[in-house]
């Protein structure tokens, strides 16, 4: 965040970073209390790899000053790291934080992505979301990214699949998008 210019070493530190944090036995499945990161280091690195440790430090050359503009160097390891361990609230916390901070920064592909990943290896829902807001936050960012100027057909289809998850997961405001001008008209092959 305060590195005037990023170091060329950034994007490998980060790829390590994250394929160390995947091997902590939180995030094994078969774990005892899979999927929650407690302490205080695992939670405290998961924010920080996901680059939403800080909220706003408008001093900060990147990220926490609120330019998003070095993100891309960084979303190929983070796609994967989602993909494969969103299914963890904490990890679906930082993930969707940074969806929402970076806004456009992160492509409605790879939101995509991510998402119909967890829905594939969770098709009843992970156990431990439920009673969180973890659906419609996801249902926000559906919205956000279909009405994007770069959500073609596919990704469209893509977030209408999560969509449809999601109401089988009971969320209501999946449901009611599922109505909106953006899906209205849009069929699942």
Same mark, same amino acid.
């Given at each position: 965040?305060?590195?005037?210019?990023?170091?060329? &070493?950034?994007?490998?530190?980060?790829?390590?970073?994250?394929?160390?944090?995947?091997? @902590? *036995?939180?995030? !094994?499945?078969?774990?005892?209390? /899979?999927?929650?990161?407690?302490?205080?280091?695992?939670?405290?690195?998961? =924010?920080?790899?996901?680059?939403?440790?800080?909220?706003?430090?408008?001093?900060?050359? =990147? %990220? $926490? &000053?609120?330019?998003?503009?070095?993100?891309?160097? %960084?979303?190929?390891? @983070?796609?994967?790291?989602? *993909?494969?361990? $969103?299914?963890?609230?904490?990890?679906?916390?930082?993930?969707?934080?940074?969806? +929402?901070?970076?806004?456009? !920064?992160?492509?409605? +592909?790879? %939101?995509?992505?991510?998402?119909?990943?967890? /829905?594939?290896?969770?098709?009843?829902?992970?156990?431990?979301?439920?009673?969180?807001?973890?659906?419609?936050? @996801?249902?926000?960012?559906?919205?956000?990214?279909?009405?994007? /100027?770069?959500?073609?057909?596919?990704? !469209?289809?893509?977030?209408?699949?999560?969509?449809?998850?999601?109401?089988?997961?009971?969320?209501? =405001?999946?449901?009611?998008?599922?109505?909106?001008?953006? %899906?209205? +008209?849009? =069929?699942?092959?």
């Amino acid at each position: 965040m305060d590195a005037e210019q990023v170091n060329a &070493n950034a994007q490998q530190l980060h790829q390590l970073a994250l394929e160390r944090l995947s091997s @902590i *036995s939180a995030l !094994k499945r078969a774990s005892h209390r /899979a999927g929650q990161l407690n302490g205080f280091d695992a939670p405290q690195l998961a =924010r920080a790899l996901f680059m939403v440790e800080v909220e706003y430090a408008p001093l900060a050359h =990147r %990220f $926490a &000053n609120r330019d998003w503009s070095d993100l891309g160097m %960084f979303l190929p390891a @983070i796609e994967r790291f989602a *993909s494969a361990h $969103a299914w963890s609230t904490s990890i679906a916390d930082d993930w969707l934080t940074l969806c +929402e901070r970076a806004q456009e !920064k992160v492509p409605a +592909e790879l %939101f995509a992505n991510v998402q119909l990943a967890v /829905a594939q290896a969770f098709p009843d829902g992970p156990p431990n979301w439920r009673d969180t807001l973890l659906p419609a936050r @996801i249902a926000g960012q559906i919205q956000r990214h279909s009405e994007r /100027a770069d959500a073609t057909a596919n990704v !469209k289809q893509s977030l209408l699949r999560i969509l449809d998850w999601l109401v089988d997961l009971g969320d209501r =405001r999946s449901a009611a998008l599922q109505l909106s001008p953006q %899906f209205r +008209e849009l =069929r699942l092959h």
